[in-house]
């Protein structure tokens, strides 16, 4: 079977990775999510005092992004590839609220963006790739074979964001996740450079009322059809 590229979109907490994880798994393909990446350059800015509680220094930051090195690496106990950042295991942290909360203003900077953009490129110059973000399908890989675009209420995510952080140990309130949707919501549709958008070619795909196995069955067959 052919080698395709396919450019998962959409909205946060949408489950991208975690369907965008069975389906790399079922076609033997890599899976890359760029939300990892974005997450991980946000915790360097925060440890480094350049964005947080009532400060923001994004020169700063966009002085050090030379220094950032980012690296997946395959965890077969997990099966799947972990965040690594300088060196350093960064899954979990990158995971929390208050990355979250800071996330889009970071993933909104042109220079950010720009660098990522271009590792996202190089990973998939050999096809075989399920990607997911927000501007796979657009700027990434504008002419990936498979494109989909995940939406679903703010407050079917937000429940399923709050469930998530629960079941990592963490102390968090509905409303605050509720709150940090749809503000993630309008920054990632509003931004100047690579703002949040359905292309033109893109299957839309509500998963408001759908489990993950006819998530997954739905997208498989998607792709089967262009593979065979």
């Keep these: 079977m052919k080698k395709i590229t396919i450019a998962i979109d959409g909205y946060s ?21 760029t939300g990892a990446m974005y997450r991980a350059v946000t915790l360097f800015a925060m440890r480094n005092g350049f964005i ?16 950032i090195k980012l690296l997946f690496k395959y965890n077969k106990d997990l099966g799947f ?11 979990k942290e990158i995971r929390s609220l208050e990355v979250s909360k800071y996330v889009s203003r970071v993933a909104e ?30 700027v990434v890989f504008p002419d990936a074979e498979l494109k989909i675009f995940m939406t679903a ?6 429940h399923r964001r709050y469930k998530e ?28 450079f690579s703002p949040l958008r359905q292309a033109k070619d893109a299957i839309p795909f509500d998963n408001s ?10 997208m498989y067959n998607y792709a089967l059809r262009i593979i065979e």
């Design 81 to 91: 590839s972990e965040m690594y950042l300088n060196g350093e295991n960064v899954e």
């Design 52 to 67: 947080g509680k009532g400060q923001e220094n994004t020169q700063a930051l966009i002085k050090l992004l030379p220094r």
């Design 13 to 33: 907490s949408t489950g991208k990775s975690t369907i965008a994880k069975q389906l790399a798994k079922a076609l033997d393909y890599v899976y890359v999510d």
């Design 109 to 138: 900077l042109e220079q950010v963006r720009h660098m990522l953009v271009d590792m996202q490129k190089k990973m998939g110059l050999e096809k075989g790739i399920v990607m997911d973000g927000r501007d796979i399908g657009t």
């Design 153 to 158: 209420s703010p407050e079917k995510r937000a």
């Design 165 to 192: 952080l629960l079941d990592k140990g963490e102390e968090v309130e509905y409303e605050d996740v509720l709150k940090n949707v749809r503000y993630r919501d309008d920054i990632d549709s509003n931004r100047e």
């Design 209 to 218: 009322d759908m489990g993950l196995e006819e998530q997954f069955e739905r």
